[in-house]
């Protein structure tokens, strides 16, 4: 069977944005205006639990308003066909953000007209830049009071560092707005009313400056500017095409077409990115913004292909986007609802059928595709089969987690796989009825398998069990899913800081076990180098034993020892990291050796050598961003600096003043309370995680003691 639609009339793109941007409102209108849908539902019309909008339709989304998981929708506009994924703002789902753009083609960033660029939008642009991921800003909430263009652009060359390619000036702000020119059709648009079927005027440029007098001199400004800034689109965009350039600034003539295609060309690249306005509550500029994605994010492929690597991870070739080519596939989801296991994959390359066996490469197994389906947010619809550049969901795979590669057996590849970010917070989690143990420990686990940024783990002391996530909300949330989607009650603990250790200094050790009981006794000796390395590179062991000193067969069993025994550091029993283990020699005996010996041996020489290096206990700092109204400013930044913390920058974000700093994540618990009563609630705030560091030497024993 051919294909039923040309991989060039697709676009897989994602709407990213900081949280109550209005991502999930823009989808709403993109569904009603490709008419996949005839209600358009608000987002904060859903907490009586009757309605949802098509995105966000987890109970807790609705109770919240605010999405937590990313939910994908398919829309036709003019022959196209477009994927949509509405993904989650706010910081603690950051991972939805992360898997998305691995495997989508493009991303609309969508902007709160006032609040300009904030915090995760700053976060997930860095995302967007990692995976290389063509964009374009839409500056949404054109209607709010306070609406700023300008500021917005502004953030986004300055703090998103993007080459900004105005390509729409808004017609008014707040309630004055009602369209915008469109510098590259060299037209306005304007809406005759906010209901969702009002039809806009279109109108020549030049007619523009006689139709408008705006309350500020700012909205009017942008109106005199018009020709000014249609001359700068015009050589800024052309400029991506040597010919066409030169003519046009010999003749002052241009093709529009082209004009497009150089547009097309810039935004692919990352060279330039197109800016939109508009305001998606009231009805304004969706379309616009449509014709944008069709336009100027490209098809499947046309970015390039997805690198595959080796089991380290480097990068050996790429995998382009063609039918024609063995299956190559990435899981990127795995979701448990009443469809069972949906694992959602990005097709790279290939046809897959029904029916088909794949390798899960990542695992060396392999998996049947019993049912293929296409997932419109809560809905599923089965297909037969899934083509390159294809996104889809495989029913009821067994092995296959997120970042697995799924490929076709003869001709296996690993595909590059998306970096999950590290929790910083845990809780002890136990069951409602007592009864309940084993039954929650395979909820947890499901939780867990399907969202890389929760990890179990067992208190070893305690023998408690242990939910470590992104944030007290991600927590919250994956404990009250558990209830609705999986039927298990639990309770939570009170969340805690996932601190860390660090070798204080090189050490070099030898360890010798010995233990003679009677018959056969045991012999083992190691000597070993402990080395603190950067943050964030991981642990290193090397064998660097000569002469068969220590026989080969002995040698995993000392790494092993190294990995389980770095689990639990000498200061206060929390996980050592970044560092590189040398073993460089050692003692065998022919009888009394084994695996066990070496294995504790090696364990016993990594105790002794992380206590004699001076050890250090390591804590997340957090990034934050507090906003509210300047009079509270003084009382924000003293206690920042109580918190330990300190401040980056602070300025002005339209009506309101905000101060970002950095502050430890153990001195943030409850910081809402005192911003609320701080700022009679007129205050907010922003935490993501940004980095470990040592706790100083005179605190390490207070903090414990907190903690404890
Ligand atoms: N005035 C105005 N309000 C808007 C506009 N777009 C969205 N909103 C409102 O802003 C709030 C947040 O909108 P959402 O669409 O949920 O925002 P989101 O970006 O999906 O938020 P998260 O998914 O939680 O990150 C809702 O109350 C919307 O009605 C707009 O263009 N103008
Ligand atoms: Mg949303």
Known sequence: MARKKELKLYRNIGIIAHIDAGKTTTTERVLYYTGKKHQIIEVHDTKDGKSSTTTDYLEQERQRGITIQSAAVSAEWKGYQINIIDTPGHVDFTIEVNRSLRVLDGAVVVF??????????????????????????????????????????????????????????????????????????????????????????????????????????????????????????????????????????????????????????????????????????????????????????????????????????????????????????????????????????????????????????????????GRIVEVHAADAEDVDEARAGDICAFVSMKETETGDSLSSPEKPALLERMRFPDPVISVAVEPKARADVDKLSTALYKMVKADPSLRLEVDQETGQTLLRGMGELHLEVTIDRMRTELGVEATMGRPRVSFREAFGSTVERVYTHKKQSGGSGQFAEVKMIFEPLGGGSGIEFSDEVVGGRIPREFIPAVEKAIMSECKRGQVAGYEVVDFRARLLDGKYHDVDSSTLAFEIAGRACFREAHKASGPKLLEPIMRIEVVSEAEYLGGIIGDIARRRGQISDQGQKGPQVYVQGFVPLSEMFGYINFLRSTTSGRGTFQMEFDHYADVPAGLVEKLMEKEA
């Open 112 to 369: 709160d007209g006032v609040a300009g660029v904030e915090p995760q939008t700053e976060t997930n642009w860095r995302l967007a830049n990692q995976y290389n991921v063509p964009r374009l800003c839409y500056v949404n909430k054109m209607d709010r009071i306070g609406a700023n263009f300008a500021h917005c652009v502004k953030g986004i060359k300055e703090r998103l560092g993007a080459n900004a390619l105005l390509c729409h000036v808004p017609f008014g702000s707040s309630d004055e707005f009602v369209g915008m020119a469109d510098l590259v059709a060299g037209c306005g648009y304007i809406w005759d009313s906010d209901d969702k079927d009002a039809e806009w005027e279109t109108i020549p440029l030049d007619q523009i400056p006689g139709r408008f007098k705006f309350a500020t001199t700012r909205d009017n400004d942008w109106i005199a500017r018009i020709p000014e800034l249609r001359q700068e689109l015009l050589e800024h965009a052309l400029a991506q095409d040597e010919d066409a350039f030169l003519e046009f600034v010999e003749s002052g003539k241009f093709d529009p077409a082209q004009l497009k295609q150089c547009i097309r060309k810039g935004a692919i690249s990352g060279a330039l990115v197109p800016v939109l306005c508009g305001s998606s509550f009231k009805h304004k500029g969706v379309q616009q913004m449509l014709d944008a994605v069709v336009d100027y994010l490209p098809y499947p492929g046309e970015n390039g292909g997805i690198s595959i690597v080796d089991s380290n991870g480097t990068v050996i070739g790429t995998q382009e986007v063609r039918d024609d080519a063995p299956a190559r596939a990435l899981a990127f989801k795995v979701i448990n609802d009443q469809f069972g296991t949906l694992t959602f994959v990005r097709v790279y390359s290939g046809v897959i059928k029904k029916g088909d066996t794949l390798l899960n490469v990542t695992r060396d197994r392999k998996e049947r595709i």
